[in-house]
């Protein structure tokens, strides 16, 4: 199969961008000719997730021969990377809504759902492409991308990671995880700015040929652990295509019936993902896009126009806290009729205004499947008391913001009440110790390890392993720099490994 940049028609093959994240002219790689409409619900019926990951993954490349694909299958949704041999389990909360647990891996967050196997792919298309220099990993990380990227690339020969978050704009939690990473090839650094600051700078990076020339010297090429790397995408549309063969399993659904999906989403993919899971024929009807105060997208969804030009919002939902959503390019080259062109000048737009808008006939299109809702953070404290009160149920923020534009949508559109719904939850509660003893009113801790053990003491919720032994660990990293000097950064990295 050939991918083709979103914004020309330069077709590689699935290796290729596996390898390189970003085309050349900025783009993000799509499949040229999408497998639409290749699943039936016979194809993936019965089997575990690591077979139904085979199933879709062999669609988007195959490239791969069958028995690679299993190995790397396998190897990454293992019983030593994931708490459950469900690996993404549906926990039904209501007869007509369950929620998909997606923090059951080694850092409790949805990333490690792609970021398990994601490297397995990326050695496997180095290798394919011939390519023998060091592949340093860029990632920018709102909270939870870093810490899986970082243990994903650990001590993988040929590979090297470097990761930059906004120093407030991560939860404590999550800081320490980054901080506390072991590894022998990986780099954590803070910065003085917010996600889009340090995303919008590695895109630059990217398509820098000043730098790629001058890294390449030293026997390096960068690559990318964020979801602008169609390597990274795949695999997330895997959990909503055996979510929908597990409610067809439990009788919650027929084949043949439609359910909708509520995915909290700040740059999204998570979303995207599951629009590719509809388009490959998985009876999803509705997306519905949830996000916190910085409501860009649900701003689109509701208008047309997206605008960047607003307020940035620090909450306590930080994986969301985004106003550039890189895969956003993906989604406006489907609904301009695969039109690059017309992508490229979006984009233009967006980089030049800080906005842009669709007509009348894409905005049809847009919502033919998609609407969208926000919470913000006192809603979203206000629905982790309600869901845990009244179903003894803990959920993180991220995940109560998915829940409250759910019943945002169901309050303006009723008859969704019908159709059974899915709630994406993307990562374990005791990674926000803060956000859930002020919701549950617990007291707030000296550390979040002292508020993690009042929440347990009272909801029974137990420490995930991970997060336990995080304890003791020593911290590593724990540089903060000026957004500018990120490029010196990466240079500096460099050359603790090049030649």
């Avoid at 993954?57 to 019983?79: G, Q, R, T, V, W």
């Avoid at 909270?143 to 407030?168: M, N, R, W």
């Avoid at 992508?343 to 205004?353: H, V, Y």
Wanted: charged share 20%.
């Amino acid at each position: 199969m050939n991918y083709t940049s979103t914004r020309g028609t330069v077709a590689v093959n699935e290796t290729y961008a596996l390898l390189h994240g970003l085309a050349e002219d900025g783009g993000l790689y799509v499949p040229a000719l999408f497998p639409t409409n290749c699943l039936k619900y016979d194809d993936i019926k019965d089997k575990t997730y690591q077979e139904v990951a085979a199933v879709v993954l062999a669609k988007l490349f195959p490239c791969f021969s069958e028995a690679h694909l299993k190995e790397m299958i396998n190897s990454a949704y293992s019983d030593a990377n994931f708490s459950t041999r469900d690996i993404a389990p549906l926990h039904s909360l209501l007869e007509k809504v369950s929620v998909l647990e997606l923090f059951h891996g080694r850092t409790q967050a949805f990333k490690d759902m792609a970021l398990s196997l994601f490297p397995y792919l990326l050695v496997a298309a180095k290798e394919a492409e011939g390519e023998t220099k060091e592949v340093l990993i860029l990632t920018a990380t709102s909270g939870d991308t870093g810490k899986a990227a970082l243990e994903g690339f650990k001590d993988v020969s040929g590979t090297h990671i470097q990761v930059f978050y906004p120093t407030d704009g991560v939860s404590p939690m999550q800081a320490e995880q980054m901080q506390k990473q072991e590894g022998a090839n990986v780099n954590v650094t803070a910065i003085h700015g917010n996600f889009d600051d340090a995303q919008q700078f590695l895109k630059r990076l990217f398509v820098d040929a000043d730098t790629a020339k001058e890294v390449a010297e030293k026997g390096v090429m960068f690559s990318s652990a964020n979801s602008i790397n169609i390597g990274r995408l795949a695999p997330q549309v895997v959990y909503y295509v055996n979510a929908y063969a597990e409610l067809v399993a439990q009788g919650a659904i027929h084949e043949d019936e439609a359910f909708n999906v509520v995915v909290p989403t700040g740059n999204f993919g998570n979303i995207l993902a599951a629009y590719y899971a509809k388009k490959m024929g998985i009876p999803i009807g509705k997306l519905i896009c949830a996000s916190n105060q910085n409501n860009v997208l649900t701003d689109f969804f509701r208008t047309g126009t997206y605008d960047m030009n607003r307020p940035f919002y620090t909450t306590i939902s930080p994986s969301m806290d985004i106003l550039e959503s890189s895969n956003f390019e993906r989604f406006l080259y489907y609904i301009s009729g695969e039109d690059s062109e017309r992508t490229a000048q979006w984009m233009e737009d967006l980089k030049s205004t800080g906005k842009l808008s669709v007509n009348e006939e894409e905005f049809k299109r847009v919502q033919a499947n998609f609407s969208g809702a926000y919470v913000n953070d006192e809603e979203t404290k206000a629905i982790i008391e309600q869901v845990y009160n009244s179903y003894g149920y803990l959920i993180d923020p991220h995940t109560a913001v998915a829940m409250g534009a759910y019943m945002k949508e169901l309050e303006a559109h009723p008859e969704d009440g019908a159709r059974h719904t899915i709630i994406a939850s993307t990562a374990h509660p005791f990674k926000f110790p803060t956000p859930i003893c002020e919701a549950l009113d617990i007291k707030i801790g000296a550390t979040p390890y002292e508020s993690l053990e009042n929440i347990s003491a009272i909801t029974g919720v137990g420490f995930p392993k991970q997060l336990a032994a995080l304890q003791a660990k020593p911290l590593r990293f724990t540089k903060a720099i000026d957004k500018e000097n990120m490029k010196q950064e990466i240079l500096d990295f460099v050359d603790t490994f090049s030649n």
